[in-house]
């Protein structure tokens, strides 16, 4: 109690900075540690509301919000969570990477139809940004993205076809 005290201070004495958002994630952590996932979920929620003008912040948090429900064994809302940090902030890290890492979770679970359900949603995503930011810098962390999404399936050909570009493309 004394920690998240400490960690409180910080957060009330500067709550639009981001070393208010990094408190409140050691503050989320240690309810984590303590089991006390409500508790956990407010503090992230409270980053999500606080930094929604910084996505990597934002995204971080929501992306935690999913953790929480996997760790409990809720995959269901987990998913749900996971696709709100991609809606929500497709162009973070954390929204860029969430597609993957719901399709590779389906794959651990041997869920195969599940699998490549979210593996072709994922390659729709990428696509979809690359094809709105043609021609950018965007375009091309999101094809390396794609070729995360090809690898994860075994489709070698179709990942060094994509990262080829990505050197065709910018030298």
Not at 24 to 33: E, L, R, T, V
Not at 114 to 137: C, F, L, P, Q, W
Request: glycine share 4%.
């Amino acid at each position: 109690q004394k920690i998240i005290s400490g960690y409180r201070r910080v957060e009330e004495r500067c709550p639009l900075e981001p070393i208010a958002a990094q408190s409140q994630f050691i503050i989320a952590q240690i309810y984590i540690s303590q089991k006390q996932y409500p508790k956990a979920k407010e503090e992230l929620v409270k980053i999500t509301q606080n930094f929604s003008s910084n996505p990597e912040l934002a995204s971080q948090a929501q992306f935690m919000i999913g953790s929480l429900y996997e760790g409990q064994g809720n995959w269901q809302q987990a998913s749900l969570e996971y696709e709100r940090v991609t809606d929500l902030f497709p162009l973070s890290s954390m929204g860029l990477r969430a597609p993957i890492y719901v399709a590779e979770y389906y794959q651990r679970a041997k869920l195969e139809a599940e699998a490549d359900t979210a593996y072709n949603k994922a390659v729709k995503h990428y696509r979809k940004i690359i094809n709105e930011y043609s021609g950018t810098s965007v375009a091309a962390v999101v094809k390396d993205y794609l070729a995360l999404t090809y690898v994860s399936q075994d489709r070698w050909n179709e990942a060094i076809g994509v990262w080829q570009t990505i050197v065709n493309e910018y030298p």
